[in-house]
């Protein structure tokens, strides 16, 4: 049996180890990374996105604005308006220029 990676986050109130399954989506606010788990809970990371997108797009993220990351497990559908609606009900842009990107990326998971 393969062992999941494991994701540390740490916060003002500790070090919290996830695995990437349990993660639905990132979404940048400024400096900070909001953090949507699976549970329905939601930390805020002191780390830009960009720090985020390194480690988890190999483990089935994928960037779809420059403010959200998603996790490919957890996508309901893809909107013909360019949003994709995760499993929780969230929804997350696709850019414009990201768009043919993303498609790609999710035409290939399928």
């Given at each position: 049996m393969t062992q999941?990676?494991?994701i540390t986050l740490t916060t003002s109130e500790g070090r919290f180890f996830f695995t990437p399954e349990e993660i639905i989506r990132l979404?940048?606010?400024?400096?900070?990374t909001k953090i949507f788990f699976r549970n329905k809970t939601k930390m805020v990371a002191a780390k830009v996105l960009k720090e985020f997108v390194t480690v988890l797009e190999p483990?089935?993220?994928?960037?779809?604005?420059?403010?959200?990351l998603v996790n490919?497990?957890?996508?309901?559908?893809?909107?013909?308006g360019g949003n994709i609606i995760m499993r929780d009900a969230s929804v997350a842009e696709i850019s414009r220029r990201m768009?043919?990107?993303v498609m790609k990326v999710l035409k290939n998971a399928a």
């Open positions: 999941q990676p494991t979404e940048a606010s400024s400096n900070y483990l089935g993220f994928v960037r779809t604005h420059r403010t959200h490919r497990q957890h996508i309901l559908c893809v909107t013909t768009k043919s990107g």
